[in-house]
């Protein structure tokens, strides 16, 4: 009795099937995954693409209007850390390299403050700025001791 | 007291090296009495590692801020319920805790086998005091979790507030229990490849361990999406991150592992698969581990980003290389005589359970590591979202439900076509008229039309288990239908207990397909005594309370919430709560939860002058039965982890065929 052949038919196809759902799904769903200083560095390629881009809230400059439900800020580039984990350096509200944010109809999000590192979900338009859908402000699951002293 | 706990892990580390070298030595030189002292050294190791714990836990309560760690995660005004849930709330705790409960799980098994498996036993404890060694070794040298800090602070820094909920409590010590537990089966799958004892020995050892292991997965996949729906306040419970991925797709692989190991136990075949599962279910907990530690991939749960992944991860690729090695070296005595014969067969429909299970794993994994992916090869990171991983498993998870129906009505070996009409006519029918009423309500939606009718198909064939199981029953003693029933499931606790699971997978699905589909959701502004709509509700915002406290500070919207007749059903009040230390704003959902339907409400924002509210409402149907459905798979496995009679005495069967010592066979199955 030789049915193995027709078993490695059956588990081939489902194979293949699964393996074509994963492809052609992340073709249709995947998005750029970008720091501020990459957005800045491919501004031209990205315009009218959906992008992820994560960054820190901007101090100052920062609106938000509960009517409206409309949440204006800036998002400048994440510090780089120190070897001991502390952040080189603040944000401050004269970095160079930052991009406006308007993210309208949605809540502001409970741990949105100024400093805060933040992911948002958009489209970048031709002015500069970018669309949001959402922005997901980083939970710190685990506070870092250091910064806690 | 530090002290203490410092040289109690040392003297754990100690003890797990020593008790792998005697039970190796004594195994090997057959010298039984050090086989004995490396349980004794085991038993030990356990002691040590929960006196460190006792250490911990006493800071914590005692509020010592000498210790960085208790500084860092609690403060004197936490209440004391999370004080002692600190104890996972970080990473140096989070470890120790995990240390602490492979210890004991390794004591029990080391107590389990003290007569039983004389052969694979010594190097499973073995293999299980190398695990124990790799996290000793972290919290001795690397993440120490008794660390003294240079000046003493008044005062802690607080648990973060979202983790101060019950919810939280207990989903990270049931996701660590079913991580665990998952070593001790793979322990005894890596001894069968050691010693070359092939046959499904290992297997049976470790079947109420697998199961334990996915019952507490299950608990702790569940209670951590409960967590996000009552916590987090959007919405939803599941939102494909990083964290989360990696807990469920231990789960699915156990789910596999726990189907394919029956193929085995009945068949003989697979033991290659089976092998490859369980060690695959061990190498995702590191990995959950690594991902979550590593800062390798970023989630929306920034944990600490610690220098404890590049260990995770070389620990990982040395226990894959080896068990990969072990696998190879035994291929040809892991051969199996038997061979699929029909495609419909049970068999069968498992093999294609198991391919649905691990390939849904396999895209999970895909899409949580593809930025790290993209970032290697084409230098840029892309991400992919729950659009993803919604698109792929969706169909995945309507074949698995297909197949969950056919697999346990179907037969071994095969089926003739008259059997498949007698056994599956009934849940056919069942299945197209939940369809076409489906469709008469007005559902139009192809996916949900589908899994409604699929659900249903699967309920009906489980209905028609229970009859048949019923009927043979009252064939042969004549008992009352629902006496009959209670002993039906308490005679074959397994299979039915398995069936109930299904029902409650079933049940889940179905929350998760409606609530997914059909979820509404309406943003508004509005001033005290405005009202406004979502679905036939009609809520009212009748005001603001404000309070003060020491800890926090908080606003609470009271809103009426009326029927369309005008009738008032109840008052919700959800809130914005700040907390004084650390400064950080949190959301209180207020949620009324039905059958048919949660009205979820968000107090989204307030102004200042305390007279306009924003709320975010979320009217989610069916939700209500994914948690019913988590509580009926909970009970199906107690339901199969329930100590049998019968089970005790074909454990005993498979011991005779290992050793012939009566002795040894009556404590055995009185022990188990």
């Given at each position: 009795m030789r049915i193995r052949p027709r078993f490695f038919i059956g588990v081939g196809?489902?194979?293949?099937?699964?393996?074509?759902?994963?492809?052609?799904?992340?073709?249709?769903?995947?998005?750029?995954?970008?720091?501020?200083?990459e957005v800045a560095a491919r501004q031209s390629e990205l315009g009218g693409q959906s992008i992820r881009v994560a960054g820190r809230v901007k101090p100052g400059n920062i609106g938000w209007d509960p009517n409206s439900l409309t949440l204006k800020f800036e998002i400048a580039p994440i510090p780089d850390i120190d070897a001991s984990g502390a952040p080189v350096r603040p944000v401050v509200a004269s970095d160079p390299v930052s991009f406006r944010v308007i993210s309208a109809g949605e809540p502001k999000p409970d741990m949105f403050a100024p400093g805060r590192d933040v992911i948002v979900e958009g489209k970048l338009g031709p002015d500069g700025a970018i669309a949001a859908t959402q922005v997901m402000t980083s939970c710190p699951s685990k506070y870092k001791p250091k910064q806690a002293q | 007291m530090p002290q203490l706990g410092n040289l109690a892990l040392a003297i754990a580390l100690i003890l797990a090296v020593y008790s792998i070298v005697a039970n190796i030595y004594g195994t090997r030189r057959n010298a039984p009495d050090f086989v004995v002292s490396a349980r004794h050294a085991i038993w030990a190791m356990c002691a040590m590692v929960t006196i460190a714990v006792v250490v911990l836990w006493t800071a914590l309560l005692r509020s010592d801020f000498s210790l960085e760690y208790v500084a860092a995660y609690s403060s004197t005004t936490l209440p004391t319920v999370y004080k002692f849930t600190s104890l996972w709330g970080g990473q140096q705790g989070s470890l120790l805790f995990w240390t602490w409960l492979l210890s004991i799980f390794t004591s029990i098994a080391a107590f389990q086998n003290r007569r039983r498996n004389p052969e694979i036993a010594p190097y499973a404890l073995a293999v299980l005091a190398g695990v124990a060694i790799f996290f000793l070794l972290m919290l001795n040298f690397v993440t120490r979790p008794f660390d003294l800090l240079a000046t003493v602070p008044a005062e802690g820094s607080d648990l973060n507030p979202l983790l101060q909920n019950y919810w939280m409590a207990i989903h990270p010590p049931s996701l660590y229990t079913g991580y665990v537990s998952a070593t001790v089966p793979f322990a005894f799958g890596a001894a069968a490849l050691i010693t070359g004892k092939l046959d499904d020995g290992w297997i049976r050892s470790t079947r109420r361990w697998a199961i334990f292991s996915w019952f507490f997965l299950t608990l702790g996949n569940m209670f951590g999406a409960r967590w996000a729906y009552e916590v987090l306040g959007w919405g939803g419970y599941w939102a494909w991150d990083p964290v989360e991925n990696a807990a469920f797709m231990?789960?699915?692989?156990?789910?596999?592992?726990?189907?394919?190991?029956?193929?085995?136990?009945?068949k003989d075949m697979l033991k290659v698969w089976n092998l490859s599962l369980i060690g695959l279910a061990f190498g995702l907990t590191l990995f959950g581990t690594f991902i979550t530690r590593s800062g390798v991939i970023s989630s929306v749960h920034s944990f600490t980003q610690s220098g404890l992944g590049p260990y995770f991860l070389s620990f990982l690729i040395t226990v894959t290389l080896?068990?990969?090695a072990l696998l190879i070296f035994r291929s040809k005595q892991l051969r199996s005589p038997a061979e699929f014969e029909s495609y419909l067969s049970r068999e069968a429909a498992f093999l294609f359970n198991n391919l649905m299970l691990v390939g849904i794993a396999f895209a999970v994994f895909w899409g949580t590591?593809?930025?790290?992916?993209?970032?290697?090869?084409?230098?840029?990171?892309i991400t992919v979202g729950p659009p993803f991983f919604n698109r792929v498993n969706g169909p995945l998870a309507l074949g698995l439900v297909f197949l969950m129906g056919i697999g346990p009505l179907i037969a071994w070996r095969r089926t003739t076509t008259s059997n498949l009409v007698r056994s599956f006519a009934a849940p056919v029918a069942i299945g197209v008229a939940t369809g076409i009423v489906a469709a008469a309500a007005g559902i139009r939606q192809w996916y949900v039309l589908t899994a409604f009718s699929l659900a249903a198909f699967?309920?009906?064939?489980?209905?028609?288990?229970?009859?048949?199981?019923m009927n043979a029953r009252r064939h042969l003693v004549s008992e009352p239908r629902a006496k009959a029933l209670v002993n039906l499931v308490a005679k074959n606790n397994r299979r039915y207990g398995g069936y109930i699971i299904h029902i409650g997978t079933i049940v889940a699905f179905v929350g998760i397909v409606g609530s997914s589909f059909f979820r509404t959701e309406v943003k508004k502004s509005v001033h005290a005594g405005e009202s406004f709509t979502i679905g036939s509700y009609t809520l009212r915002f009748q005001g603001l309370e404000q309070t003060d406290t020491p800890h926090l500070e908080s606003a609470t919207a009271l809103v009426e919430v009326l029927r369309p007749d005008g009738r008032e059903i109840t008052v919700m009040s959800p809130a914005k709560v700040f907390f004084k230390?650390?400064?950080?704003?949190?959301?209180?959902?207020?949620?009324?939860?039905?059958?048919?339907?949660?009205?979820?409400?968000?107090?989204?924002?307030?102004?200042?002058?305390?007279?306009?509210?924003?709320?975010?409402?979320?009217?989610?149907?069916?939700?209500?039965?994914l948690w019913a459905g988590g509580l009926m798979m909970v009970l199906g496995t107690v339901v199969v982890m329930w100590p049998n009679v019968r089970e005790r005495a074909a454990i005993a069967t498979a011991l005779s065929r290992q050793s012939t010592n009566a002795r040894e066979l009556a404590d055995a199955a009185g022990g188990d």
């Open positions: 196809l489902i194979a293949l099937a699964i393996s074509y759902l994963i492809f052609s799904s992340i073709r249709t769903t995947s998005e750029y995954y970008l720091t501020v200083t | 231990p789960w699915l692989v156990m789910t596999a592992y726990l189907h394919s190991v029956m193929i085995q136990e009945r080896a068990y990969t590591i593809f930025p790290v992916l993209s970032e290697a090869v084409r230098g840029v990171k699967v309920l009906g064939t489980v209905l028609v288990e229970f009859r048949r199981g230390r650390p400064q950080q704003p949190a959301t209180k959902v207020a949620i009324r939860s039905t059958p048919a339907s949660d009205l979820y409400v968000v107090l989204a924002g307030i102004d200042d002058s305390g007279q306009t509210a924003t709320f975010e409402v979320f009217l989610t149907p069916l939700v209500f039965w």
